[in-house]
């Protein structure tokens, strides 16, 4: 399970490095509102 995790993980990361290296585009940002988003629910 540790290894999936780490899989997606990483395939988020690259992801991240890849649209903050273009933050001006629309569809960058949106990807980066969806990526940095929380679930309050899981505070609570």
Excluded: G
Aim: charged letters at 30%; a negative charge; proline letters at 2%.
């Amino acid at each position: 399970l540790l290894r999936e995790r780490d899989f997606y993980f990483n395939k988020l990361r690259d992801i991240e490095i890849l649209c903050q290296e273009n933050p001006n585009s629309l569809m960058v940002k949106d990807v980066l509102d969806i990526l940095y988003a929380t679930d309050v629910s899981l505070f609570m």
